[in-house]
């Protein structure tokens, strides 16, 4: 039995592990046995979204994902999402004009973020207007429990008729999703309902009303495992497997071919290890958020990134989420070196116990004006500014309810948790918000001790390079493995580097 060939950018000794590397190219002349990053995931992805590799940035909201890191992940072979979740439209329109500047008009692999938002009237009909405005061509979708009509105005909007009789995409919607029943509304074309109520609104065409009852909403559907921020929690190959059963089931019930929906893999995905699992389990396309918050492009401060630099697997907690604090909805955050999740635990603690801050006893008041970083009379004020000009009728209905008041102002603690990681407040270190799921602190263990340790090396492409050459190395490995060949533990090592 012949003896694997290591891969030719595994160092033999820890000499070389800090040399500098040349990517591969697929021009050269190949084994059969040769895998390359450019074989991982679905072609069909690839050529579509005009990507070099079957690997997302994602979109990481309030611009941490900034319009450099997508400009950066782009020119790396990568599809890049801007962070534009949160973001007003006329920042979000700064940042279109930043990639396009980039990047050129009309360039491929990349797109934005949009965010549910039922809480803010109007706001998705302003993004969504912004987006087909600009000629934005894919969108993520996120936070989607159920299909909104502008979600669904975007899809169809670029639906159109092939001369060969195909029905040709030119918005292209990547769905976000971490459980079957969501990922169904998305498989599904779009409900009948809401497209004659778009067709009468003059939305959408009839030609585009009709085409859209053919197709998927989203024919690239974003499986969300265990993942920084909101989250289910969920482990990713029982959820992969639900949602390729679920595509199965959604394509038979309504007479479409189960190749039109492509299933990436989001979350966890921090190593080279994890990547090739996603690939191995028949994922379309790879999706990395956590670890690219600590690269160079992000906006994130230099602060929080070093604090996410530090993180191992079981650095993580879950907090209550801002936006849906009264519900009780959490988000999975950095835990080592803050107590962000700790206070925001405790706060909503005493939210369902004390109908009022004056309800609360005094050790309750000292926590909370303590986490505020004022007295709540003046936190209340400083909330009450706010909402009159965010919301009024939900500040109308705060003022004569202490609960809600204090629910008001716990929420803007926790917004900005999020607004004092980005800018760096060094005063509020410990109430730094991070979005962070366990991936990152199992990015860390693998760089340690290689030049992707140090934080200005960490940039989107020499993150991306390095676990799709890891990935392909591995791949590699387990084939050969798997067709008989004798190859030891010791084969699926892999150390980063730097990409030249």
Known sequence: MNSPRLHSEIPPSASRVESRRSFPSTDATLSPKDIYPEWLGD??????????????????????????????????????????????????????????????????????????????????RAVVDLFLERGVARVSASAFMTLSKEIVRYSARGLSRAPDGSIGRSTHVFAKVSRAEVARHFMAPAP???????????????VQAELARQVPVAADI???????????????????SSLVQTREEVCTEHGMATDLIRIGLAGGIGTPWAAAAAFQMGAAYILTGSVNQAAVESGLSLEGRKLLAE??????????AADMFEQ???????KRGTLFAMRGKRMWAIYKARESFEACTPDERKFIETALGESFPDAWAKTKSYMQRANPAELARAEGDPSRQMALVFRRYLFFGAQWAREGDAARLRD?????????????EWVEGSLLEALENRTVKQIAWNMLDGAAHITRMQLLRATGHDVPPSAFAYRPGLFE
Not at 93 to 119: V, Y
Not at 432 to 444: D, R
Request: aromatic content about 8%.
């Open 328 to 334: 009780g909805v959490e988000v999975q955050v950095l």
């Open 192 to 206: 009948d309902k809401l497209l004659k109520e778009l067709a009468a609104a003059g939305d959408i065409t009839p």
């Open 43 to 124: 072609r069909r992805f690839t050529n579509l979204h005009g990507s070099r590799f079957a690997y997302v940035v994602g979109e990481m909201a309030r611009g941490i994902a900034t319009p450099q890191m997508v400009v950066e992940a782009v020119r790396a072979g990568l599809v890049g999402f801007y962070g534009s979740a949160g973001l007003r439209p006329e920042t979000i329109a700064e940042g279109l004009d930043a990639i396009e500047a980039g990047l050129g008009k009309g360039a491929p692999a990349w797109g934005a973020n949009l965010i549910h938002s039922p809480q803010q009237p109007g706001y998705e």
């Open 222 to 240: 974003t499986a969300e495992s265990d993942s920084g921020g909101h989250t289910d929690n969920r482990p990713a190959g029982p959820l992969f």
């Open 432 to 444: 730094y918000q991070i979005w962070c799921g366990p991936a990152m602190g199992a990015f860390n």
């Open 311 to 320: 993180a191992g697997p079981a650095d993580v907690a879950m907090a209550p």
